[in-house]
C-alpha cells in the first residue's frame, strides 16, 4: 500500500520562489508507485492550501502555486493537514529560510506527531540563526573567522560605536549578513565604512539580528552529510563563481557559477572537513542532511562557515549534485531521507512508550 507523502512548500520567506524550485524537482524524482503525493503550498501570506494527490510530476511552478477554493477553513492544521481524505504517513519540508526551516513547522509536525524529513526543531533553529550555531561551534572547538553581531536596537542606538568595534575586531573586507536567512539573501561584501553601514542597513531588511563576518582569501568548499546517528560525508565540492561572492544570483539565476565535483584538495584536507562536519553535525543534534560550508585558505587551513539543514534541493543544487558523485541518484537520495525520517520517528515513538 502506497504510503501517503506530504510535500510542503512555498512558505512566508524571502527563498519562496526557491522553495517551489524545490518543491517541482522532488515531484519529477519522487516514486509515484511507492508514494501518494499531496501537496500543500504556503502563500506569502502565510495562508496553507491542500491540493488533490498528485497523478503526475509538475514540471509548471506555477501549477504549485495552488488555489483556493474558498469552500472550507479547517479548525485547525491538525485538520487541514488529516481531514478526510487522509492522514499523512511522512511530510518532506521543502521550506527555505525563515518559517519553515527554522525550526517553526518542524515543530508543529512533532506536535502532530507525524513524521517528517530533515533535522528537528533545536538542529533547525539553531541552524537557522548563524550566530547561535557559531557559538555552538565554537564549543567544541571548530575554526571559523572572527564576527561581530547584534540586533537592530543597538544598531539605532549606537550605530558609530559598533561601526568602530567592527573596525578594530576586523578588517575589510568584511561580509554582513542577515543571521536568519539562507541562499545568500541580504548579504553584502563591505570594503570601507561607508559600505558596511549600506550593507547593515539592506540586512536589517531582513533580520533584526545582524553578524558581520571577517573577509578571507580562500576557497569555497562544501560537503553532504546524511543520517541520524551515524552520519556519512559526501565527496567535496569546490563553489567558482564569477561574481565576487556566491550570492543569491550566483546560486539561482546567472549560471555562471562553476561547481568542481569532487573538489582537488589534498587527503587530509577533505579528511578534515569530515571530521568537522561531522563535528558540526552532531553539536546541532541534527538528523536527516546538511551541507556543510567551508573557507580552505592557500595553506589548507580549513575554517567552518556554516551549515545549511535544508540546503538547495535541486537536482542542479550542490547537494544532490554531490551525493551523485558519491554514488546517490536524486530519486535514491529522496527516498533515504523519507527512510531516515521515519527511522528517527520510530525512535521517537518507542522512548515515548518507554515512559509511558
Not at 55 to 74: A, C, F, Q, V, Y
Not at 295 to 314: A, C, Q, R, S, Y
Request: with cysteine; proline share 4%.
Amino acid at each position: 500500500m502506497k504510503k501517503r507523502l506530504g510535500l510542503i512548500y512555498g512558505g512566508k520567506s524571502a527563498e519562496h520562489e526557491v522553495s517551489l524550485s524545490t518543491a517541482r524537482a522532488v515531484t519529477k524524482a519522487v516514486d509515484f508507485d511507492r508514494f501518494e503525493v499531496i501537496p500543500v503550498y504556503i502563500t506569502y501570506d502565510g495562508e496553507w492550501r491542500k491540493g488533490q494527490s498528485l497523478e503526475r510530476p509538475i514540471n509548471n511552478i506555477e501549477d504549485l502555486r495552488l488555489k483556493s477554493d474558498g469552500t472550507h477553513k479547517p479548525d485547525s492544521i491538525h485538520d487541514f493537514l488529516n481531514e478526510s481524505s487522509g492522514t499523512l504517513d511522512v511530510v518532506f519540508p521543502l521550506l527555505h529560510g525563515t518559517n519553515g526551516e527554522d525550526g517553526t513547522v518542524q515543530g508543529l509536525l512533532e506536535v502532530m506527531n507525524i513524521p517528517y524529513v530533515g533535522n528537528g526543531v533545536l538542529a533547525s533553529s539553531a541552524g537557522m540563526d548563524k550566530v547561535v550555531m557559531k557559538q555552538l561551534f565554537a564549543q567544541v572547538g571548530l575554526s571559523q573567522v572572527a564576527y561581530v553581531h547584534f540586533i537592530r536596537s543597538e544598531w539605532n542606538a549606537n550605530s558609530a560605536q559598533l561601526i568602530g568595534q567592527m573596525e578594530k575586531e576586523l578588517e575589510y573586507p568584511m561580509f554582513v549578513k542577515p543571521a536568519n536567512l539562507g541562499s545568500s539573501v541580504g548579504i553584502s561584501k563591505a570594503v570601507d565604512e561607508k559600505g558596511l553601514t549600506k550593507a547593515i542597513e539592506l540586512a536589517l531588511k531582513f533580520d533584526r539580528r545582524i553578524i558581520v563576518e571577517q573577509g578571507v582569501t580562500a576557497r569555497e568548499i562544501e560537503m553532504g552529510v546524511m543520517g541520524n546517528d551515524h552520519p556519512k560525508c559526501s565527496v567535496a565540492g569546490e563553489i567558482k563563481p564569477v561574481t565576487e561572492f556566491y550570492d543569491y544570483e550566483a546560486k539561482y539565476s546567472d549560471g555562471n557559477t562553476v561547481l568542481v565535483i569532487p573538489a582537488e584538495v589534498p587527503e587530509e584536507v577533505r579528511e578534515k572537513m569530515m571530521e568537522m562536519s561531522i563535528k558540526a553535525y552532531k553539536v546541532l543534534d541534527c538528523s536527516g542532511l546538511v551541507r556543510s560550508d567551508f573557507f580552505v585558505d592557500e595553506n589548507d587551513e580549513v575554517l567552518i562557515n556554516e551549515v545549511n539543514t535544508m540546503p538547495g534541493f535541486t537536482p542542479t543544487s550542490m547537494f544532490p549534485l554531490l551525493w551523485q558523485k558519491t554514488g546517490v541518484t536524486y530519486p535514491e537520495l529522496i527516498n533515504e531521507l523519507i527512510e531516515l525520517a521515519f527511522e528517527r520517528h520510530a525512535e521517537k515513538q518507542q522512548i515515548q512508550y518507554t515512559m509511558d
